[in-house]
C-alpha cells in the first residue's frame, strides 16, 4: 500500500474572495490506473485559531546581503504568529548559516550575534541557494520569504527563482506598491458634492507568482491568510494500482466554488519518508514530486 500526500493550491484563483467555500474531502478524489480513491484531510486550516497540523508549514526567511538585519526583537515581533500557529521557522545568518526551523524555544538563541561575520556576496549566495534546496526537501506547505530591506524595486538577487514551483509565491519585502486610496475620516464630508481626498499607501501587489510586501510583520499576516487557500490531502493506494508511468489526476467537485477553473489550480503528489533530526521527527519528500492532471468539475 502506497500513502501519497497531495498538496493543492487554490490561491491565484481564490486570492479576491471568489471562493466562498473551503474544499473537504468530499470534494476531492485521485484517480489512478483508472480507478477512483477518496482522500482525506491531512493538514487543519492554519489560518484558523488552531495549531495542530499534521504536518507542519517550514518557512524560511532569508535576510537579504546588504540589508540591516533586524533586531531579536523585531523578528520576534514578525515572526510571531506563524510561531504560534505551529509553523518551523528558520532564519538565514549573516555568516552564512541558517537557524534550524524551530517553532519556539531554541530559535531565539540561534539568531546571529552581532558580532558574525558577513560572507563576501558570492558565497552568500550560494548559501542562501543551499537554504532554499534544503527548505524544498520537507514535506508539507513551505514557505520563502526573502526580505530586502523593504528597498522598492529589489528583486532579492532573483532567488525567488531557486525556489521550485510548488514554493509560490515567493514573498518579497521590498515596500509593496503605492496606490492612492480615499480617506475614510473624510469620505461622508465629501459624499453628496462629488468630492474626495486621496492618499498614497504602500500596499501589498501579488504578481508573476511573487508577492510584493510592504514589510517583515504584513508579509508573515499575508502568508497566513493565503494559507486558507492551500490545502494537504492524503490517499492510500494498492501497490497493483499505481500505474507503471506514475499517472495521477485530482478530480475537484468545484460546483461551489465556480471559479476554480482549470489552470488557475495547481497541485503535486508525493510520498514521504521519516527521520529524526536533532530529535525532531522530520518527514522529507520521498521521491521527486510529480505534476498532478486536475479536473474541475462544475456541474
Request: include cysteine.
Amino acid at each position: 500500500m502506497h500513502t501519497y500526500y497531495i498538496e493543492l493550491n487554490t490561491l491565484p484563483a481564490c486570492l479576491l474572495g471568489s471562493c466562498p467555500n473551503r474544499l473537504t474531502d468530499r470534494d476531492v478524489k485521485l484517480v489512478a490506473n483508472g480507478h477512483d480513491f477518496p482522500v482525506s484531510v491531512s493538514q487543519t486550516d492554519l489560518a484558523s485559531n488552531g495549531s495542530g497540523t499534521d504536518i507542519p508549514t517550514h518557512l524560511l526567511v532569508v535576510i537579504s546581503p546588504g540589508s540591516k538585519y533586524p533586531s531579536n526583537g523585531a523578528l520576534g515581533r514578525a515572526l510571531a504568529k506563524a510561531l504560534a500557529h505551529g509553523w518551523l521557522v528558520s532564519v538565514t545568518r549573516i555568516d552564512g548559516s541558517y537557524t534550524p526551523y524551530s517553532s519556539g524555544g531554541p530559535f531565539e538563541s540561534n539568531r546571529p550575534s552581532p558580532t558574525s561575520t558577513p560572507l563576501e556576496l558570492d558565497a552568500s549566495r550560494r548559501a542562501i541557494h543551499d537554504a532554499i534546496v534544503d527548505l524544498a526537501q520537507f514535506a508539507g506547505e513551505r514557505r520563502l520569504l526573502i526580505d530586502g530591506g523593504d528597498k522598492a524595486g529589489s528583486r532579492g538577487f532573483q532567488w525567488e527563482s531557486d525556489a521550485p514551483s510548488s514554493i509560490r509565491p515567493v514573498y518579497l519585502v521590498d515596500g509593496g506598491v503605492v496606490k492612492q486610496v480615499a480617506k475614510e475620516e473624510i469620505e461622508s464630508t465629501y459624499r453628496n458634492s462629488g468630492m474626495w481626498d486621496f492618499q498614497n499607501v504602500r500596499q501589498r501587489n501579488l504578481s508573476d507568482q511573487l508577492s510584493h510586501e510592504v514589510s517583515l510583520k504584513k508579509a508573515v499576516k499575508d502568508m497566513l491568510l493565503d494559507s486558507r487557500y492551500d490545502y494537504q490531502f492524503q490517499c492510500a493506494i494498492p501497490e497493483s494500482e499505481v500505474s507503471s508511468d506514475g499517472t495521477f489526476s485530482l478530480e475537484i467537485d468545484a460546483r461551489t466554488n465556480p471559479k476554480l477553473l482549470p489552470g488557475t489550480v495547481t497541485a503535486e503528489i508525493y510520498e514521504v519518508s521519516v527521520q529524526e533530526v536533532n530529535g525532531r521527527t522530520v518527514l522529507s519528500r520521498l521521491n521527486l514530486p510529480q505534476r498532478v492532471r486536475i479536473v474541475v468539475n462544475l456541474r
